[in-house]
T-cell receptor, first 115, second 111 residues
Framework: AQTVTQSQPEMSVQEAETVTLSCTYD???????LFWYKQPPSRQMILVIR??????QNATENRFSVNFQKAAKSFSLKISDSQLGDTAMYFC????????????FGTGTRLAVRP | NAGVTQTPKFRVLKTGQSMTLLCAQD?????MYWYRQDPGMGLRLIHY???????AKGEVPDGYNVSRLKKQNFLLGLESAAPSQTSVYFC??????????FGQGTRLTVV
């Protein structure tokens, strides 16, 4: 079974600064997908970024980027120029690239952006 | 642009009561999921479905049943609610190898 570990239950960052959230996973699969989801106080789950394991290039979405280290099974999220609206719970998730598979989530990191 | 819609958004049950949570998606997605979210535990998979008429157990299926009679709907049932089932429940759907889209969640309290 796949496992996803987020070792930072809570983090804090000053507005406009950069913060990195950690995620490691355990799998014997070679082809899979990784995701970061954001859950603001509204409770809605919002996709932040997605990475395909077969792609060596790290995914980026505006101020959000990942550092994907396949050999180390590490998938960290970097948020640049942090904004107050980035305050949320962040979940890392794993999905095998096989038909019908499901998302396995980490326990989450609560990020607070200080003004 | 509805996406994934969960009904109801909030519910309070007494121990032993039953209820059904409804998830509806209008994106023609094959796969649908029910998760529960508890503090410090992330999202844990309860049951899922890979297509109309099919269901499978997830990580924490005990005490829950599901049905997917129509492709767009996925129902989660609690036959005899227990306080341990107090949680926030999320439905999600996806197609192929795309990301999952989530409903807005249902906060259930069992007293």
């Amino acid at each position: 079974a796949q496992t996803v570990t987020q070792s930072q239950p809570e983090m804090s960052v000053q507005e406009a600064e950069t913060v990195t959230l950690s995620c490691t996973y355990d799998t014997s699969e070679s082809n899979y997908y990784l995701f970061w989801y954001k859950q603001p106080p509204s409770r809605q789950m919002i996709l932040v970024i997605r990475q395909e394991a077969y792609k060596q290039q790290n995914a980026t979405e505006n101020r959000f980027s990942v550092n994907f280290q396949k050999a180390a099974k590490s998938f960290s999220l970097k948020i640049s120029d942090s904004q107050l609206g980035d305050t949320a719970m962040y979940f890392c998730a794993f999905m095998r690239a096989s038909s019908g598979d499901k998302l396995t989530f980490g326990t989450g990191t609560r990020l607070a952006v200080r003004p | 642009n509805a996406g994934v819609t969960q009904t109801p958004k909030f519910r309070v049950l007494k121990t032993g009561q039953s209820m059904t949570l409804l998830c509806a998606q209008d994106m023609n997605h094959e796969y649908m999921y029910w998760y529960r979210q508890d503090p410090g535990m992330g999202l844990r998979l309860i049951h899922y479905s890979v297509g109309e008429g099919t269901t499978a157990k997830g990580e924490v299926p005990d005490g829950y049943n599901v049905s997917r009679l129509k492709k767009q709907n996925f129902l989660l049932g609690l036959e005899s609610a227990a306080p341990s089932q107090t949680s926030v429940y999320f439905c999600a759907s996806r197609r192929g190898y795309t990301e999952a889209f989530f409903g807005q969640g249902t906060r259930l309290t069992v007293v």
